[in-house]
């Protein structure tokens, strides 16, 4: 079994893989009568399918304790994915690169931790495990473009779990 170390979710850190959703991030507006920041163009949201449609769901996630076993990882062919928290502590990300063969590449499996704030926007085709709570359970916005065949998500089992520490 292999190990992967969790690290802080940073723009930087995060950049082969997606975007960060968060305020402050780069510059912001006044809105609403002065009574709000704007941040425009936080993410780039991306549809690669005519027949597919913006699906945005409500995700609760049961919380998870460290160390985490990462069995499986998914990715979006034709759209990004967005995960916005509504109620949440912290979260863990697990992405990884795309392999030669089109697979997810388990050894550069990166793990990050996300504080309150923080938000995240898979590119399209990024391997990435499901959200996972941590502390308490969680409930995030989630958006992509889905026409309800199985190219939405393609799930691969990985041959031996990576073991997820802090």
């Known amino acids: 079994m292999t190990?992967?170390?969790?690290?802080?979710?940073?723009?930087?850190a995060f950049a082969a893989f997606g975007d960060v959703v968060s305020a402050g991030l780069g510059a912001g507006a006044p809105?609403?009568?002065?009574?709000?920041?704007?941040?425009?163009?936080?993410?780039?949201?991306?549809?690669?399918?005519?027949?597919?449609?913006?699906?945005?769901?409500v995700f609760r996630s049961l919380a998870r304790a460290l160390p985490f076993e990462v069995r499986l990882l998914e990715q979006h062919p034709f759209s990004t994915q967005a995960f916005l928290p509504m109620v949440c502590q912290r979260f863990l990300v697990c992405v990884a690169p795309t392999a030669p063969d089109g697979g997810p590449d388990v050894t550069g499996l990166r793990a990050f931790v996300c504080g309150p704030g923080q938000g995240v926007n898979y590119r399209v085709g990024t391997w990435h495990h499901p959200i996972v709570a941590l502390d308490a359970d969680a409930d995030f916005v989630m958006l992509a473009f889905e026409d309800g065949s199985p190219r939405d998500c393609v799930v691969r089992p990985l041959d031996a779990p990576v073991r997820v520490v802090a």
């Open 31 to 57: 809105a609403n009568q002065g009574t709000a920041t704007r941040f425009d163009w936080c993410t780039e949201l991306v549809n690669a399918r005519a027949t597919a449609r913006a699906n945005v769901s």
């Open 3 to 12: 190990t992967s170390f969790i690290a802080p979710l940073t723009r930087e």
